[in-house]
C-alpha cells in the first residue's frame, strides 16, 4: 500500500510538471494517458478486484457486510467531522463528533448505525473537499492506479486523509494491511451491481465514469447546491 502511495505521487508529479498538451478536453487534457490507467486499473479489476468482493458478498450474509461497512463509516466520522470545522461548519462537525461517540458507545463499536436513527445523519467530508472550500482549484481529472478518478488536487489531498486515517495509523503492518482490504474489499462489493449495469450500458465507460465522478464530486463539495459551472477545468472550488 506504501508503495502504491509512493506512486501516486509521481502520477501527480508528471501531472504538474505539463499536464495542458495532450488532449483537448480542458477538463482532463491527459485523457490519453487516463485512458491507459483506467484499462490498467479495469483489467486488475475484473481479474482481482471483482471477483474478490463477489467471493465477499456470497460468503458473508448482509448483516456481518453492513456491521463491516458501519465500523470503518464511523472510523472515518472522525476525519469527517474535523474536516468540517476546517470548513467553518462547526455544527455539522459537532453532529459528526456526535455521531461517532454515538455509534462507538451504543453502536457497539460503530457495528450498528444508530446515530442515523437518531437524527445524526452521515456527510462525506475529506481533505480534498476542504481545500476546494479554502479556494485550491482541483486542477486536471486524473485517474490514479488502483485508486480511480481524482483530480492533482484531490489526489496530493488523499496522501494528507491516509495521513490521519486510524485505518492507515496502525502499527502492526498484517493489521493495518488486512484492514485496508477488507475496507476496499466491502466498497468494491457495494459497487458490484452499479458496475454491472454500466458494463451493459456504456459506450464509452471511461467518459461516462469521469463525468459522473465530476459531477459528483462538485455536488459533495457544495453540499448538494452547486453553482452554475463555470467552463474552466478547475472550477470546483469555492
Not at 466520522?77 to 461548519?89: A, C, F, H, R, T
Not at 459497487?191 to 454491472?196: A, E, G, R, T, W
Amino acid at each position: 500500500m506504501a508503495k502504491a502511495r509512493r506512486l501516486c505521487v509521481l502520477i501527480l508529479a508528471a501531472t504538474l510538471s505539463g499536464c495542458a498538451t495532450l488532449g483537448d478536453n480542458p477538463r482532463d487534457p491527459l485523457e490519453p494517458l487516463n485512458r491507459a490507467m483506467f484499462s490498467f486499473n479495469d483489467a486488475m479489476d475484473e481479474a482481482v478486484m471483482k471477483p474478490v468482493a463477489k467471493g465477499y458478498r456470497f460468503v458473508l450474509p448482509g448483516f456481518v457486510r453492513t456491521g463491516v461497512s458501519n465500523f470503518f463509516s464511523n472510523v472515518d466520522d472522525v476525519w469527517v467531522s474535523i474536516n468540517q470545522v476546517l470548513q467553518g461548519k462547526f455544527l455539522d462537525g459537532l453532529g459528526d463528533f456526535g455521531r461517532f461517540l454515538f455509534n462507538s458507545t451504543v453502536g457497539i463499536a460503530g457495528l450498528f448505525d444508530f446515530a442515523s436513527e437518531v437524527g445524526l445523519p452521515k456527510h462525506s467530508e475529506d481533505f480534498g473537499q476542504t481545500l476546494a472550500w479554502w479556494g485550491v482549484g482541483g486542477g486536471p481529472y486524473v485517474v490514479l492506479p488502483i485508486l480511480g478518478p481524482s483530480t492533482v488536487r484531490d489526489g496530493l489531498a488523499f496522501l494528507v486523509d491516509t495521513q490521519v486515517d486510524p485505518v492507515w495509523r496502525i502499527n502492526n503492518i498484517p493489521v493495518r494491511n488486512t484492514s485496508v482490504v477488507i475496507r476496499f474489499t466491502g466498497r468494491r462489493a457495494e459497487l458490484l451491481d452499479v458496475s454491472n449495469v454500466l458494463e451493459q450500458a456504456a459506450l464509452d465507460r471511461y467518459a461516462l465514469l469521469r463525468d459522473a465522478w465530476l459531477q459528483r464530486r462538485r455536488s459533495l463539495i457544495y453540499d448538494g447546491d452547486p453553482p452554475r459551472e463555470k467552463e474552466e477545468f478547475d472550477d470546483d472550488s469555492r
